[in-house]
């Protein structure tokens, strides 16, 4: 019994120690007149320990860069792919090889030949009046023009040239080329930059699509001449998005296909353009005096005004008999390429006498329109047989 | 190398900005002016928005009639310049019939192939009457004739390489060839000042491209040696191929490439090389074999030599010449050669009958007095320039020299009143060269004689001493060597 007693005692008395403490008065210290309680240094000691750990750098494991000799190594083991691949056996082309002109008749290994290869819609090869036009040229300007167009390449065929073809087409200017497919391949990275829309056929040709390629748009590619697909592409790309007011938007055809034949329903186009607000850009290298009842090409076809198509592009080397290639619209857009087409600002001009040759085949087909309704009987004798 | 003066630098600048800023108050009144005007273009949007073409409109516009001047005869030595004139301020140009008679110091016609020549305008002639002026038909189908394969065989010998395959077009040559080298997993280095084409040829191969500073085989080196220790970008898997292109002679600076090096490092590391001659071939060398020849390298330790006609030999088209199996390759699968026109049969006589004469195979000695015309031309127009005080740029035997223009001011002076004196000279200023290097750009020719050199340096001259581009004046004596030279004539 007298154990417990003291035992008792002193619990109570620790008790009453530990609640007189926690019922201390709070005023332990007086600093600058601020009274500083107990509890205060205990979270400040907290918060030191807190920021303290935060302001401690994450571990990250050190970086060691490659040593001289290690780089050596590397670049003795690195083996490079040989510059071509090995050519496989059946894969060998057999060019003809002609030994006169590409007329609707030639000769190839001393055997006379019918033509069905050459693009020679006109049947211009070998026309008498053209090639004295040439030879007067060549003999008047040499044959090359030695330079761009803007250091003293433009000779004044070239701009009788565009001025020709301006005025035989009905539009505003034309401006040339020197040389079929980089008309094409020059013309879209002009006008189309990265952020805009470009909507194509599926199935254009290389050149076209080289160009697609070099101008960094967004490209959608709708079915091969395919109206209906054209207007649901359209319609996905513009509906609710408002941004589209400000991003320049083209559609691209050919108006002859060069990889099928078949002709773009050129009124359709337009009235979908108009709709949606696109511009079209229009490559009619196969129907530029082809199509049409004087040749005018694909808009005189379908009696669509010229102005309605924004760009119309052509390569001379199939029915104007000649080479080079020509872009023809507003005079903004015309001037426009002459200082932003890297096809013409750093690229030699045409030779002059592919120019005259230009010429005179268009006076040819402006004089004698009974040419297309000999080649227009040709085909129909084709499809019919 | 350019040495630009500090206080040149500074006036640059400062015309520059001014000329930005009277750009930028003129567009300021043109959009208050133009708030009545409807706009006609209709909901499509504008081909160019803000300021993608302020430098066309503000500044390209005011010195238009420098650029792109008309020419009535053929580009010889002497032609005929067709006047224009303005009536809104250099808007619109119109073309008069008048022409003046100008010496030519602006087109390539380094061997003097431009207007009629005695051996290859006959045959021309004769080639168009038999083959007429184009093909009609891509090569693979036919637009091949025994012109065209004979002038394959004649370049590769020409050149060096055992095989070649020809163009219609140099530019499309570079941008069609690039691609079907190399593809995606591949890198190309190129020169920091390398042409438009294989800038494009690069863009659209899909390969990733990295740029070396102008003309240094040791930073090459090291970009190199950096690029195939750390492999391909992000997978770091290793490069599948490595092409590094340069060019024989860079137009714009007149430089020869320091090829000897170049090839010992490219050859050090296993990376393919690719040498653009479209302006060195046929117009440097002893017998005008291009930089090869000059800077003694064998064509065998080049893997593809590439180059155009239109310079040396007057004609339009390109060429590449290389191994038999690659110039196979390319047969079966450049889009150049299989979708695209042949090159026109009169051209392609017309380089045949250039090169033999080169050669020396029409019986003459014609070639080689052209060649060392063209030397000889270079070598004194580019001292006598330097001795009258003007910075040229370039190295010895290359028939391209850059005089530094450097303030916008000084381009349409300098072009308008050389033109004014009979002297036809090319302006460029930028995007064509960096912002502050403007510079008026000769290239001499084979058919220039001594006399007409003459003339052209003294209007140059007179007109330097006009504008103020005579950066490094030197001593008095030296400057009395041209009058001597007339006393000699």
């Not at chain 2, 009545?36 to 993608?52: F, R, T």
């Not at chain 2, 302006?279 to 002893?286: E, L, T």
Request: proline letters at 4%; charged letters at 20%.
């Amino acid at each position: 019994m007298e154990v417990i007693l003291p035992i008792a005692n002193a619990t109570a008395a620790a008790i009453a120690r530990v609640s007189a403490a926690f019922n201390a008065p709070h005023a332990r210290a007086v600093v600058f007149g601020i009274h500083i309680d107990g509890h205060l240094v205990v979270e400040g000691l907290l918060i030191a320990a807190i920021l303290f750990q935060l302001s401690r750098k994450s571990y990250k494991p050190p970086k060691k860069p490659l040593t001289e000799k290690e780089i050596d190594e590397l670049c003795d083991e690195w083996k490079p792919e040989p510059l071509c691949p090995p050519i496989k056996e059946g894969a060998r082309i057999d060019t003809p090889t002609l030994e006169c002109a590409a007329g609707p008749h030639t000769t190839i290994d001393g055997k006379e030949v019918v033509n069905f290869a050459s693009a020679n819609y006109l049947g211009l090869i070998g026309n008498e009046k053209i090639i004295d036009s040439c030879v007067g040229s060549v003999e008047k300007y040499g044959v090359g023009s030695c330079g761009p167009r803007g250091f003293y390449g433009t000779i004044d065929v070239h701009l009788d040239c565009e001025a020709k073809i301006a005025k035989f087409l009905g539009t505003q200017d034309s401006i040339l080329y020197s040389y079929g497919i980089s008309t094409i391949f020059s013309v879209i990275p002009a006008f189309c930059k990265k952020g805009d829309i470009i909507v194509a056929d599926e199935g254009v040709h290389w050149a076209v699509q080289n160009g697609l390629q070099l101008s960094r748009s967004t490209v959608v590619y709708f079915k091969h001449n395919d109206m209906a697909s054209l207007a649901s592409t359209l319609e996905k790309l513009t509906h609710g998005n408002k941004r589209t007011e400000k991003i320049r938007r083209y559609i691209v055809v050919e108006a002859i296909y060069q990889n099928s034949g078949q002709v773009a329903p050129l009124d359709e186009i337009i009235r979908l353009k108009e709709k949606y607000r696109f511009r079209v850009i229009l490559e009619e290298s196969h129907s530029f005096g082809v199509l049409g009842k004087s040749g005018r090409g694909l808009a005189e076809h379908y009696g669509v005004p010229i102005e309605k198509i924004d760009i119309v592009t052509a390569g001379m080397g199939n029915a104007l008999a000649t080479d080079g290639g020509f872009c023809t619209g507003s005079v903004r857009v015309v001037d426009h390429q002459r200082l932003s087409s890297s096809g013409y600002v750093f690229s030699a001009s045409l030779p002059p006498y592919l120019a005259t040759a230009a010429i005179s085949a268009v006076n040819h087909l402006e004089e004698n329109p009974a040419v297309l309704s000999n080649l227009r009987s040709n085909i129909a004798l084709l499809h019919k047989g | 190398m350019v040495r630009l003066p500090y206080v040149t630098a500074l006036t640059t600048l400062f015309s520059y900005g001014l000329l930005f800023a009277f750009g930028q108050l003129r567009d300021f009144f043109r959009r208050i002016l133009d708030v009545g005007k409807s706009n006609n273009l209709k909901g499509y949007a504008p081909i160019c928005l803000g300021l993608e073409d302020f430098y066309t409109r503000r500044l390209y516009l005011r010195i238009q009639d420098c650029f792109g001047r008309p020419i009535a005869s053929a580009p010889d030595a002497w032609f005929d310049v067709v006047e224009r004139y303005s009536n809104d301020s250099n808007k619109t140009l119109h073309c008069t019939t008048k022409t003046s008679k100008c010496l030519n110091l602006g087109s390539y016609n380094y061997l003097g192939f431009a207007a009629a020549d005695e051996y290859c305008t006959p045959h021309v002639i004769q080639s168009l009457k038999k083959y007429s002026a184009s093909t009609c038909s891509v090569r693979v189908d036919g637009g091949n004739t025994k012109l065209h394969m004979e002038l394959e065989e004649l370049v590769a010998r020409f050149v060096g390489k055992p095989a070649a395959i020809i163009f219609g077009m140099g530019y499309v040559t570079n941008s069609a060839i690039i691609p079907t080298l190399v593809g995606k997993g591949g890198l190309i280095i190129s020169d920091s000042l390398n042409h438009n084409s294989i800038v494009n040829g690069a863009r659209g191969s899909g390969a990733s491209v990295q740029v070396f500073q102008h003309n240094n085989p040791a930073q090459l080196e090291d970009v190199l040696r950096e690029q195939i220790a750390a492999g391909q970008h992000r997978t770091h898997r290793p490069w599948k191929k490595i092409i590094v292109i340069v060019e024989g002679i860079y137009s714009m600076e007149g430089e020869l490439c320091k090829l000897p090096e170049i090839i010992a490092v490219c050859k050090k590391y296993k990376a393919y090389t690719y040498l653009d001659e479209a302006h060195s071939i046929g117009a440097v060398g002893k017998t005008g074999r291009g930089v090869c020849e000059l800077l003694g390298v064998d064509p065998a330790n080049i893997d593809i030599m590439m180059g155009t006609f239109t310079k040396s030999f007057g004609s339009c088209g390109g060429y590449i010449a290389a191994s038999k199996e690659i110039i196979r390759h390319l047969k079966l699968t450049c889009p150049a050669h299989i979708y695209a026109t042949s090159m026109s049969p009169p051209a392609v006589q017309q380089v045949i009958s250039a090169i033999k004469v080169v050669l020396g195979e029409d019986g003459s000695n014609r070639g080689a007095k052209k060649l060392s015309q063209i030397r000889e031309n270079s070598n004194f127009f580019r001292s006598e320039l330097q001795k009258m005080g003007f910075e040229v740029l370039g190295d010895n035997d290359s028939p391209v020299m850059p005089i530094m223009l450097y303030n916008p001011a000084k381009i349409p002076a300098f072009s308008r009143e050389c033109l004014r004196q009979h002297v036809a000279v090319v302006t460029v200023a930028f995007p064509a060269t960096p912002l502050l290097l403007a510079r008026a750009r000769i290239c001499i020719s084979a058919s220039h004689s001594r006399e007409d050199l003459i003339k052209g340096l003294e209007v140059i001259s007179k007109v330097g001493d006009l504008v103020g581009i005579k950066y490094f004046p030197v001593e008095h004596e030296k400057t009395t060597s041209l009058e001597k030279l007339k006393k000699l004539q």
